[in-house]
């Protein structure tokens, strides 16, 4: 009989212990907002949860190549944009000198207008997004400088004193299996296409009043505008196809952000409701272990 009653004792406590280990739990997570303290609570969902986490720390740095090659893109736009309107600028003043009826006056204010659309375009060839130069991909001394050619005139060239590898692609990351070059070679736009080279042989035609020449520039020029607006398509397109992607990145984003709250994250209300009914059984418990020990001391002492 005092076995038996043993056992009673000891099953009623252990049940007691049960019911305060669970409501301990319950309370800790309403107080941490969290569902799992250890592996041990939920192991698959933890699992889960590790793997939710990761796929949101690789999607975080695919955003972060995307917001990157999108500054680059718009800042080749603006380049662009701006090497159009040089371009544009250097026609105007080609059909202007091309006819008749302009005098020595004229065409010196010709030629330094052209000069200055020469050394803004090499601006434009300079431009920059985040301390490297869009055209070259390379940091530090400009890419692309003027030069007095020894043999008389000018040319532009690529900056002798850069060692580093320039014009190299630079590519971005921004899905797993996908890449976008968000750079244009300076060496093809400025220097491979002739463009600098057409507009120091139109200022030499202006410098020496000679119409025909000039206007043998016009075809070149109008190529050269071409060239430019074709690029700023290019990234057009491009911003384009970052900016669908980073939108869908953006909605798998907030998927798996509810998926690894809806994992992690204490529903308060269930379980707020849960603890209050792991409190009732437990003072249920109480209140039942005490008649059972009552009872146990009766026994024993009969």
């Not at 301990?24 to 041990?40: F, T, V």
């Not at 042989?201 to 050269?224: C, F, G, H, P, Y």
Request: glycine share 4%.
């Amino acid at each position: 009989m005092r076995v038996a009653n043993n056992m009673t004792v000891l099953n009623t406590i252990s049940n007691l212990q049960q019911n305060i280990r669970e409501i301990a739990g319950l309370q800790q997570k309403i107080s941490s907002g969290q569902k799992m303290r250890q592996i041990s609570d939920d192991p698959s969902s933890l699992w889960k949860v590790i793997s939710i986490k990761e796929s949101l720390a690789s999607r975080e740095q695919y955003s972060s190549n995307i917001e990157n090659g999108i500054s680059w893109l718009n800042g080749a736009d603006g380049a662009f944009d701006s090497a159009n309107q040089v371009m544009q600028s250097a026609l105007d003043i080609a059909l202007s000198a091309s006819n008749t009826g302009n005098n020595s006056s004229d065409f010196e204010n010709y030629t330094l207008k052209v000069n200055n659309l020469i050394n803004q375009l090499i601006i434009v060839a300079n431009t920059s997004v985040e301390d490297r130069y869009i055209f070259s991909n390379s940091k530090g001394e400009q890419p692309f400088v003027r030069q007095e050619d020894p043999g008389g005139g000018e040319k532009v060239i690529v900056n002798p004193s850069i060692t580093e590898k320039i014009f190299n692609d630079s590519p971005r990351k921004v899905l797993p299996q996908v890449s976008e070059t968000v750079n244009f070679n300076g060496q093809a736009l400025f220097i491979d296409s002739n463009v600098f080279t057409h507009l120091f042989d139109l200022k030499n035609a202006l410098k020496a009043k000679d119409s025909s020449t000039v206007n043998a520039q016009i075809e070149n020029l109008t190529n050269d505008q071409n060239l430019f607006i074709q690029s700023r398509s290019e990234a057009g397109a491009k911003i384009n196809r970052l900016e669908m992607i980073k939108t869908v990145l953006e909605d798998q984003n907030t998927k798996l952000q509810k998926s690894l709250a809806g994992l992690q994250n204490t529903d308060l209300e269930t379980a707020t409701t849960e603890l209050v009914s792991r409190m009732l059984t437990y003072q249920a418990t109480l209140s039942c272990t005490a008649k059972v020990l009552q009872t146990s001391l009766l026994n024993f002492l009969s």
